[in-house]
């Protein structure tokens, strides 16, 4: 079975700050991964992914993800913080044999700006 | 990207009563998609999965009796709250996807509120 793990629920950076968060998986596969964003009471909103390729993923808004097999990783980085990125970020696993299919999400890790 | 609509974005209704939620994608076909629940300040999670025309797949300990599901076509989900309580309030997500993409695709989301 496929999990995820964010380390640090709740992670504060000063505006300008790098944004380091960390999301740890745990699958039989190499799966496809995603980082979404959600801003209080609307959807999700892919950042970015990674399904094959480069395993350093560009995505919206400055942020970047890096995808690393041997540490079962892919954490999300922004090198220098907005106030506009505070919300909630949650990174995901998708089984690549179906996909949407074992859709697992992270717990979440809520992302303070301050100035 | 593809556009996901979920209609209401927010409904109040009282014990007892049936509440629907829509989920249609607008610009794509949605060969399948899936519902979510998110309590506060919780991640999300998956409720069920349906393919167009057939039954809802759901996920182990959601009463399917409850939680209706009907993707009657390739643009339309319906999630129906039978008689719901007050512990049924909560926030509920949708996604689709195409049979042909590798992501999945948010609606907004509808907080539901059973007084």
């Known amino acids: 079975a496929q999990s995820v793990t964010q380390l640090g629920s709740h992670v504060s950076v000063s505006e300008g700050a790098l944004v380091l968060l960390r999301c740890n998986y745990s699958?039989?596969?190499?799966?496809?991964l995603f980082w979404y964003v959600q801003y209080p009471n609307q959807g999700l909103q892919l950042l970015l992914k990674y399904t094959t390729g480069a395993t350093l993923v560009k995505g919206i808004n400055g942020f970047e993800a890096e995808f690393k097999k041997s540490e079962t990783s892919f954490h999300l980085t922004k090198p220098s913080a907005h106030m506009s990125d505070a919300a909630e970020y949650f990174c995901?696993?998708?089984?690549?044999?179906?996909?949407?299919?074992?859709?697992?999400f992270g717990p979440g890790t809520r992302l303070s700006v301050l100035p | 990207g593809a556009v996901v609509s979920q209609h209401p974005s927010w409904v109040i209704c009282k014990s007892g009563t049936s509440v629907k939620i829509e989920c249609r994608s607008l610009d794509f076909q949605a060969t399948t998609m899936f519902w979510y629940r998110q309590f506060p300040k919780q991640s999300l999670m998956l409720m069920a999965t349906?393919?167009?025309?057939?039954?809802?797949?759901?996920e182990q300990g959601v009463e399917k009796d409850k939680f209706l599901i009907n993707h009657a076509s390739l643009t339309l989900s319906t999630l129906t709250v039978t008689s719901a309580h007050p512990e049924d309030s909560s926030f509920y997500i949708c996604?689709?996807?195409?049979?042909?993409?590798?992501?999945?695709?948010f609606g907004q989301g509808t907080r539901l509120t059973v007084v």
């Open positions: 995901a696993v998708s089984d690549r044999r179906g996909y949407g299919q074992n859709f697992v």
């Open positions: 699958s039989s596969v190499p799966p496809y």
């Open positions: 349906s393919n167009e025309g057939s039954k809802a797949t759901y």
């Open positions: 996604s689709a996807r195409d049979s042909g993409n590798t992501e999945a695709f």
